[in-house]
């Protein structure tokens, strides 16, 4: 059992996994893919194609913006880990609605790549310590909401 399956399921950290993997694959394409074509002359006045990134163009500007993506996802996924924390839980909610918010104010640029994003991460804190149904139909919840997970219709543990 690794650490993460203590606090998340596996659809909630699939989700924060993607969310984070999309993030990285944004900062990757601004770094080293060409968004950006044109033609100009050299010195002989022979016809030249140019090309260049979304960082060569905007620089620090376009890097910040690539990177927010990552930075939300890593940052909402870091406030779901800590959700028994006092404040947490609304702070990934938070966190996620900027994603959102962010992904809509650019959507013209690069926000519709960070769509996937926010999707993901609205569905990891919709889904973070809900109760489930295991294969037995009994209905657990998770520690972080209940202190402890408990089985309806039984006497919670005090150990």
């Keep these: 059992m690794n650490a993460a399956s203590k606090f ?3 659809g909630e950290w ?9 993030g990285v694959a944004l900062m990757v ?4 893919t060409p968004l950006y074509r044109g033609e100009g002359t050299d010195s002989t006045g022979a016809l030249q194609n140019t090309s260049a990134t979304l960082v060569e163009v905007n620089g620090a500007y376009g890097a910040l913006i690539a990177a927010m993506p990552l ?3 890593l940052a909402t996924t870091l406030a ?9 839980g609304p702070m990934a909610w938070a966190l996620t609605l900027l994603c959102a918010a962010f992904s809509l104010v650019t959507i013209t640029t690069v926000g519709v790549f960070a769509l996937p994003v926010a999707g ?7 889904m973070h310590g809900r109760p489930y149904r295991m294969r037995t139909g009994l209905e657990f919840t998770f520690p972080l909401i209940s202190g ?12």
């Design 8 to 10: 998340f399921r596996r």
């Design 14 to 22: 699939t989700a924060l996994m993607i969310a984070v993997g999309w």
């Design 29 to 32: 394409v601004a770094f080293t």
């Design 71 to 73: 930075i939300l996802s």
């Design 80 to 88: 779901l880990w800590l959700r028994g924390q006092r404040h947490a």
């Design 120 to 126: 993901l991460l609205i569905y990891a804190c919709a």
């Design 148 to 159: 402890r997970a408990s089985r309806p219709g039984r006497k919670p543990r005090t150990d």
